[in-house]
């Protein structure tokens, strides 16, 4: 009798955890992993090809969510001030595609050459790298850290406080998190949140 | 600004000489057709008080917007909800996230083609991260999401809904 309740408490965290999925993924301080997508252009992308970087500015985005649409050039701002620096924009388009074609690979294609992006656009094809960071909606970002034991997360949230319009922003998160690790200072605000359209699954 | 006024004046004066010739049933028809619903629109500080309330009833906010398609796909039964248990004293708010520039364009028309019967508000705060966890600690910031509270209790859904699950813990908060 003993050994069945055992067993039931262990099946019943185990159903309890796996609907706790959702607020799930990294944490501040933890390390992520490494992935292997394929980018816009055909290539398979890994973090660990990037020799020269220091860190990472990891965004989950789309083409399909008007959020995410009014962050593009904001993106490739960032992109263009911290690849240089060390911090490239890795952007990874995390939704089903079957339940939101607007995303598949040939619109991300085109998305990525109509705007310019001077960063790897990925597809989380099969849907396994998402659900591994945490993130529940795009625009979302990561940024990490190059460290010895492997890539910290520093920073998770929205890029700025104003995603209607780009001139009116006060606070730039993103930023002066990726500005701190540069400059070896402690990062202020560590998590902020955002309004963003849901990963289709 | 009486300069504005007078452009305004002049407009209006230009826009009815190019409808003259036309014939007035007519015109009266098109603008039943085409009348807009005004909209409630409110920063953080002025959706506050929908948010808490001292009364016996049970509140639904649904957090949506005209782009985000479950949102859309799952309002049916927000609209049912307000319908079925309208003696119940259970109240149903929309609060759309569109962006402003999508009011007239957008969101206008989705509630007239819609005849969303629901009362539909609009906040328009882009400083996101200050009332976000406001509304609820545990909400990162995806929509749909869903607040059902009465003078006792509150819970947070970010998630879509069916009716039934609507409806389960809507039964929550009325027993």
Sequence with gaps: ?201 | MRISGLLLLILLASCKNETNGNQDVETNEEIEITMLPDLEVYDFEGLKPLLKTASDSVYVINFWATWCAPCIKEMPYFEAINKNYKDKKVVVTLVSLDFPKKYDSHLKPFIRDNNIKSRVVVLNDADSNTWIPEIHPDWSGAIPATLIYNKHKRAFYEQPFTYKELETELQKFLN
């Excluded at chain 1, 390390?31 to 252009?41: C, E």
């Excluded at chain 1, 990891?58 to 399909?64: A, D, G, K």
């Excluded at chain 1, 595609?97 to 960063?119: H, I, L, V």
């Design chain 1, 1 to 201: 009798m003993k050994k069945i309740k055992g067993l039931l408490a262990i099946v019943a965290i185990v159903v309890l955890s796996g609907f706790g999925t959702i607020s799930n993924g990294y944490k501040v301080g933890d390390i992520a992993s490494d992935f292997r997508l394929k980018n816009v252009n055909g290539n398979m992308v890994s973090l660990s090809d990037y020799n020269d970087a220091n860190g990472f500015i990891v965004i989950f985005t789309s083409n399909t969510c008007p959020y995410s649409v009014s962050y593009e050039d904001r993106i490739i701002a960032l992109d263009k001030k911290y690849a240089p620096k060390g911090y490239p924009v890795i952007a990874i388009m995390p939704n089903n595609t079957t339940m939101q074609p607007g995303d598949n690979m040939e619109a991300m294609q085109r998305r990525a050459q109509s705007k310019g992006f001077t960063f790897p656009y990925l597809i989380d094809e099969g849907q396994k790298i998402y659900p591994q960071y945490g993130a529940t909606k795009t625009p979302q970002v990561y940024i990490l850290q190059k460290t010895s034991a492997g890539n910290q997360v520093k920073y998770i949230g929205a890029i700025d406080d104003n995603y209607q319009d780009a001139s009116a922003v006060q606070t730039k998160y993103a930023e002066n998190a990726v500005e701190s690790l540069l400059s070896g200072q402690p990062i202020k605000v560590t998590e902020t949140r955002a309004i963003g359209c849901s990963i289709k699954f």
